[in-house]
């Protein structure tokens, strides 16, 4: 069935370091991967993207991965800063019914200490 | 502006009330959604309406009743709150049904008590 699983779930690191969320889906035919950024009170702000046609897309400090064989796909947050703070989520699109569905994983609680 | 307003932002109420949640895009897009997020920030899709015609109905209880009366509009009307239907709910829309870019609102975050 559909399914996105997300690692870690909480992730604590010190300014400056490098951050990496970790994903896994189930359906063989996704082929579009966003990341979703939710700061506290916020709705889910899309932070990148990444389509199965490309290994690797980047933009400034964050960069996404994706090994389509293996069904896994990362986020890389690197020279991180206090405003990454934030819950981060994957997400796979997967047909459905002639249109489409956004499986999330749970989410990742990133806190980006000075 | 804001692309995807949702109101109330807060929703508190008795159980076995009836609300309502509106929401309105402002992105020109023709394909809407509405989301559950419960207390363990889990993300998931309720509903998904494309040119005011549903597509996407995710097992969710007859007491839900979205309503799109614009492709510009989608509102969801509660029957019956139960105590479990507390959670943040969020609107978003995207340009066609393949997600790309969709913008979420910010949020309702409905308390029954």
């Known amino acids: 069935g559909e399914n996105v699983e997300q690692h870690p779930s909480t992730l604590s690191v010190q300014e400056g370091d490098s951050a990496v969320i970790k994903c896994t889906y189930s359906?063989?035919?996704?082929?579009?991967f966003p990341w979703y950024k939710q700061e506290l009170g916020k709705g889910p702000q899309l932070i990148i993207d990444?389509?199965?046609?490309?290994g690797e897309k980047k933009d400034q400090r964050i960069a996404v991965t994706l090994n389509k064989t293996a069904k896994h796909f990362s986020l890389h947050i690197t020279e991180t800063q206090p405003e990454d703070s934030a819950v981060y989520f994957c997400?796979?699109?997967?047909?459905?019914?002639?249109?489409?569905?956004?499986?999330f994983g749970a989410g990742t609680r990133l806190a980006v200490h000075p | 502006d804001t692309a995807v307003s949702q109101t109330p932002k807060y929703l508190v109420t008795q159980m076995g009330n009836d609300k309502s949640i509106k929401c309105e895009q402002n992105l020109g897009h023709d394909t809407m959604y509405w989301y559950k997020q419960d207390s363990k920030k889990f993300l998931k899709i309720m509903f998904s309406y494309n040119n005011k015609e549903l597509i996407i109905n995710e097992t969710v209880p007859n007491r839900f009743s979205p309503k799109s009366p614009d492709k510009a509009h989608l509102n969801l009307h509660i029957n019956s709150l139960e105590l479990g239907d507390s959670a943040v709910y969020f609107c978003?829309?995207?340009?066609?049904?393949?997600?790309?870019?969709?913008?979420f609102g910010q949020g309702t975050r409905l308390t029954v008590v």
């Open positions: 997400a796979a699109r997967v047909p459905w019914g002639g249109y489409n569905k956004l499986i």
């Open positions: 990444i389509r199965s046609n490309v």
């Open positions: 359906d063989s035919a996704s082929n579009y």
């Open positions: 978003a829309s995207s340009l066609g049904g393949g997600y790309t870019e969709a913008f």
